[in-house]
């Protein structure tokens, strides 16, 4: 008989063992506390809940192999205030549509004047997958935002809280980390239904949150209306529901939102840019950029850096790239992609001032900054490769994959980090959650001033980590956090983190 020998499995690598290295390497680095360590290699609570909603009657395009079947049906007149165009092509049905209509329909098939052949698919209830993970709450209540996003899974949701826990440490805001939404393409539903689904989203996430427990903001997919809806539907009908306004941020300034909060990304960025040069004795007039996303954190730096003299030479995002060696009108672009009705996916596709060019010649753009501002993972060991700049400036979550990384520290390509990089949202959240506390409302100077000292100053601790340059000046003390030998700068954001993270077990202790 042969005996049997009980293989040894490797841990199975998932986006989250991968994204969770740099934790494991500072952790050895610092030679964190084995009970630490394991208080963070995973969330507090993993959340994953089904959200239902009622979907309206829609009128999708016909495939092209079905059409000459209809090809004599004639054209139905149907009132178009009554049909909600969506971006995925579809309309969304509502009655009014049929006040004065004239409707020639054949086995559900309609064929809409100017616009070509519909099938009539009926409203129907659909079930959409939603989480919230609850990484660590160490240093405050778990705090991070709501993605809606059809590419979203326990795994990454666990990877952006953990990423919270780290960001909130750096920026060194009272909160720890969360991430949460709903695995849905936003562009496929109604405003109602959007409504509908964000309504009922927050009537099951009601129990796991609050002002002093977990306060979600937005993330890809969400914005200040969806944040204003959230609020609603966790304060409607509470007794003191003015003390609640705390449980989400993000918020439109009417409601108690930031001053200064739409732009913080973006202008967190501008100021570790800024920094940047300063370190180097210069300043960022006269430098050139790369951007990827002209979302909310893309659009808004490439305004504020265009602002301090750096020229925009190439933008990529969801619908194409565009590229103009000669500088792009940043300002000229946010009104193409943002005051534009026809531009229903406001990208930067077709803006008519510059070429357009293949997502893949972007990366070869010969410039000093790339700012990745778009989703997680595009900087790859071979985009590492080819890139021509001297700094990459990360302001979306994970753009750089552990193999990048490696690849821009081979090639001498510097690196500011997604976690300090994009700090200045969760700053500037912090301040809104403060001012709903305190019933206050703060200017817009007053809100980028503690914003420009926040970040510059835990910058230039993460940059002496770095360096293991121990200092104390006026602005910054990084004595504490230098461990004796030079670091990468992600791993000293690392090291920053887990070094404050660490400070509260010490000193607080564990209850059991
Ligand atoms: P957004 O939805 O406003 O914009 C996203 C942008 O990325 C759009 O321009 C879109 O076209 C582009 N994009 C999407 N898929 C793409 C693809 N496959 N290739 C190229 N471009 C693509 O989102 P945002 O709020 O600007 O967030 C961008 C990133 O920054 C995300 O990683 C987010 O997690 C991170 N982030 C945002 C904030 C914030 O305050 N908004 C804070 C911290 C981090």
């Known amino acids: ?79 178009p205030d009554g049909l909600e165009p969506l971006l995925d092509g579809s309309f969304v049905f509502k009655r009014r549509a049929l006040i004065n209509a004239n409707v020639f329909m054949r086995d559900g098939v309609v064929r809409l004047k100017g616009k070509g052949l519909y099938k009539v698919v009926p409203g129907r209830p659909e079930r959409f997958k939603a989480y919230r993970v609850q990484h660590n709450q160490a240093r405050g209540p778990y705090k991070g935002g709501t993605r809606f996003h059809q590419d979203v899974s326990l795994d990454l949701f666990k990877v952006l809280a953990a990423e919270m826990t780290w960001k909130t440490a750096i920026a060194d805001v009272p909160f720890g980390g969360g991430k949460g939404g709903i695995k849905v393409d936003p562009k496929t539903l109604s405003s109602e239904e959007l409504e509908a689904l964000t309504l009922r989203y927050m009537y099951r996430l009601k129990p796991l949150i609050g002002p002093n427990l977990d306060i979600p903001a937005p993330d890809v997919g969400t914005d200040g209306t969806i944040m204003g809806l959230l609020l609603r539907q966790f304060t409607d009908g509470e007794r003191e ?40 004795g210069s300043v960022p007039a006269g430098s050139r950029f790369v951007l990827q996303g002209f979302g909310n954190v893309g659009s808004n730096a490439a305004e504020i850096l265009s602002g301090m003299g750096s020229k925009l030479l190439a933008v990529n995002d969801a619908g194409g790239t565009i590229f103009n060696p000669n500088g792009i009108d940043v300002p000229d672009l946010v009104s193409y992609v943002y005051d534009n009705p026809s531009n229903m996916r406001r990208t930067v596709a077709g803006y008519p001032k510059a070429q357009q060019i293949s997502k893949n010649d972007l990366w070869e753009v010969d410039a000093d900054i790339l700012i990745p501002a778009a989703l997680g993972g595009e900087i790859t060991g071979p985009v ?19 193999e990048g990384d490696r690849v821009l520290a081979k090639r001498g390509i510097e690196l500011i980090p997604d976690i300090i990089g994009n700090a200045g949202g969760v700053t500037v959240s912090y301040y ?11 200017s817009e100077t007053e809100v980028n001033g503690r914003l420009e000292q926040a970040i510059k100053s835990n910058y230039r601790i993460i940059r002496d980590i770095s360096r293991n340059t121990p200092r104390r000046t006026a602005t910054h003390n990084s004595q504490r956090y230098c461990i004796g030998r030079e670091v990468e700068m992600r791993t000293a954001a690392m090291v920053l983190a887990l070094k404050r993270i660490e400070a509260h077990y010490q000193l607080e202790g564990f209850s059991q």
């Open 241 to 280: 529901r003015h003390s609640l306004r705390g449980v989400v941020t993000g918020k439109d300034t009417r409601i108690g939102g930031s001053e200064g909060r739409v732009r913080a990304t973006g202008q967190g960025l501008a100021y570790c840019i800024q920094e940047w040069y300063a370190d180097r």
């Open 384 to 402: 590492a490769e080819r890139l021509k700049v001297k700094l990459v400036a990360e302001g979306a979550n994970g753009p750089t994959t552990p």
């Open 432 to 442: 809104e959650w403060i001012q709903n506390k305190r019933m206050e409302h703060w």
């Open 1 to 79: 008989m042969t005996a049997r020998v009980a293989s040894i499995e490797p841990p199975r690598q998932t986006v989250y063992t991968e994204a969770m290295e740099v934790f494991q390497r500072a952790s050895d680095l610092i030679g964190l506390d084995r009970r630490v360590r394991m208080e963070l290699e995973e969330p507090d609570y993993e959340h994953i809940f089904y959200v239902t909603v009622k979907l309206h009657t829609r009128l999708t395009p016909l495939p092209a192999s079905e059409q000459p079947r209809y090809k004599d049906l004639p054209d139905s007149e149907l009132l």
